[in-house]
């Protein structure tokens, strides 16, 4: 990471929260970056991998929520430190050798819609709170949900099943 040329702007407060109270819901809320920007309003982020090729890092910046969090400390920077962000960089680091970086941005667009999953997180946590009321995802539906497996998986199953010569009248 030390080689990496953005490793730099890992500069300012490090790993330091960020609280303030949300002005529709009265939620607290808590943002931490790896750094808080002293000398800009450019933010930095590291980010562990498993590998640093495209595709992994849109499925981790989608599976771990990145854009969200994102749109999460952008708000917190604005709300805590009266400073508009002016760019987010995550910088990926492979976990093992030869430990390969990247650095990426995600798009303002997925970003701002980050912001608005965050406003239904929100808006839900906050009715939770109000009713003491914790329902699970499949609240209502008792009895009534059918679960069908994932397009690959059926893929998979239908390769198994022709290699087995089996597959006949297998979607």
Same mark, same amino acid.
């Given at each position: 990471l030390g080689a990496h040329p953005l490793s730099g702007a890992l500069n300012g *407060?490090?790993?330091r929260s960020l609280f303030w109270k949300d002005k529709e819901t009265g939620i607290w809320l808590k943002a931490r970056p790896d750094a808080i920007p002293t000398d800009s309003a450019d933010y930095t982020?590291?980010?562990t991998t498993r590998s640093v090729a495209w595709g992994a890092l849109t499925q981790a910046i989608d599976r771990f929520g990145y854009y969200r969090q994102i749109a999460l400390i952008r708000d917190a920077s604005r709300a805590v430190l009266g400073m508009d962000m002016q760019s987010f960089t995550l910088i990926f680091v492979e976990k093992n050798p030869p430990y390969a970086t990247r650095d990426v941005r995600v798009s303002a667009h997925d970003i701002e819609e980050g912001a608005k999953e965050n406003r239904v997180a929100i808006r +839900?946590? *906050?009715k939770c709170v109000k009713e003491n009321r914790w329902p699970g995802p499949g609240e209502g539906n008792e009895g009534n949900e059918t679960v069908n497996l994932s397009?690959?998986?059926r893929e998979r199953r239908a390769e &198994? +099943? &022709? +290699? *087995?010569g089996l597959n006949h009248g297998v979607e």
């Open positions: *407060a490090i790993e982020d590291v980010k +839900l946590f *906050a397009n690959i998986s &198994r +099943l &022709r +290699l *087995a």
